[in-house]
């Protein structure tokens, strides 16, 4: 049996609520494009974000520690696909599509530089003369025009949906610039999810990260709510913190929250009575999201992550060294611009100089950026 884009069409439409995305109801391209014949619009999509060579530099882009401090420590990769996996059961459940939701999910941090959150402040700063810089802009620059896989045309080719959904990805870090992408219209379902699923995952992988490290021991949870909540209902009695022990509380950690969140946004949606796409997005407010409850929990244990891991003085160390490293690149390229890659100088009459050297930035990984730091600025190290 062959099952044909058609037929899986057919099936999203048995499948998916009436406030799910259709791929067959896609606004399209902004180049002309043959649709494949065993693949959805929403799934060609996902596809080409993963074959895409900013996909595989997030392997060694820094979450919160950085690549040299450890192979089991999360990357901007394991977290994406951590991300993309909680938010398709989200969707799944709710009746949202999983494969648009994917396709999101896998492209919403290619635009992160090397250092995490320290290196997006630092390239923001420099460029603030210079048109700005965020990753959320930064993503839709890669799909739509740094990355070169056609001969047609520039980027991928992405669908509307798939990049209204990079554009208007939120969180309580991050405030979506969609003036291209109808602003006065909310994300809709899918991208909605894609940004609770990232806030989910962050928080929940943090804690773990926090806890592996020894940056954060149990004591030092107690009396959190939500650490409660879970030795409670997991029954682990102290002493002994071993990997069993950790891997049980996160993994109950990520179940409660996708439980509340499914829930929670089921019933919004039952008390919203949207019956369409264009409802949903027309809501004066987010639909996705937990419960009263689940949130008050949340912003408890973030407010201890932010006091205790993110402020933790081995975090702050990188950090500075991140602003470094950055800056100087940055400063050192500005001035004798003959060291940038050719193939990178010849881009500087489109783009301009500031905008090509943060682009080549934003694009490297923690361990480019700290060769070529090296190979600039130590004198022992070849160039």
């Not at 999101?104 to 630092?122: K, N, Q, R, V």
């Not at 439980?259 to 919203?272: C, E, K, M, P």
């Not at 973030?302 to 891991?309: H, P």
Request: with cysteine.
């Amino acid at each position: 049996m062959k099952i044909t884009r058609s037929q899986l069409e057919a099936i999203e439409d048995q499948t998916l609520a009436p406030y799910g995305i259709r791929s067959k109801n896609t606004k399209g391209r902004a180049y002309p494009d043959d649709e494949p014949m065993y693949r959805t619009t929403f799934q060609r999509d996902r596809d080409r974000i993963l074959h895409t060579t900013a996909f595989r530099r997030l392997e060694y882009k820094t979450q919160v520690f950085i690549n040299y401090e450890g192979d089991y420590y999360r990357t901007r990769l394991t977290h994406t696909l951590e991300v993309s996996q909680i938010g398709r059961t989200i969707a799944r459940a709710l009746g949202a599509n999983e494969d648009l939701l994917e396709a999101i999910c896998l492209a919403h941090d290619l635009g992160h530089p090397p250092f995490g959150h320290s290196g997006e402040e630092t390239l923001a700063r420099l460029m603030k003369d210079y048109d700005g810089f965020d990753h959320n802009k930064q993503s839709l620059r890669i799909v739509t025009k740094l990355e070169r896989r056609f001969p047609d045309f520039p980027g991928l080719n992405l669908t509307w949906e798939v990049r209204e959904g990079i554009v208007k990805h939120e969180s309580e870090y991050d405030i979506a610039d969609a003036s291209d992408y109808s602003p006065d219209l909310r994300g809709h379902l899918e991208a909605q999810i894609a940004n609770v699923a990232d806030e989910l995952a962050y928080t929940a992988h943090d804690l773990d990260d926090g806890l592996r490290s020894g940056m954060i021991s149990p004591s030092m949870l107690s009396g959190i709510t939500l650490w409660e909540v879970l030795v409670k209902s997991t029954e682990w009695r102290g002493g002994e913190f071993d990997e069993l022990a950790r891997h049980r509380l996160i993994r109950r950690l990520i179940g409660l929250e996708v439980t509340d969140l499914i829930d929670a946004t089921h019933q919004s949606l039952l008390n919203s009575s949207v019956k369409s796409v264009e409802e949903l997005q027309r809501l004066p407010y987010n639909v996705v999201g937990f419960s009263e409850d689940m949130h008050r929990r949340n912003r408890e244990l973030k407010d201890f992550l932010y006091a205790n891991l993110y402020r933790h003085h081995r975090v702050v160390r990188m950090a500075m060294k991140a602003e470094r490293i950055i800056s100087e690149l940055f400063f050192a390229y500005q001035r004798e611009p003959e060291m940038l890659p050719h193939h990178i100088q010849e881009e500087m009459g489109q783009r301009g100089l500031e905008r090509i050297i943060c682009d080549y930035i934003a694009g490297m990984t923690d361990r480019f950026a700290v060769d070529e730091y090296n190979k600039l600025f130590d004198p022992t190290t070849k160039p």
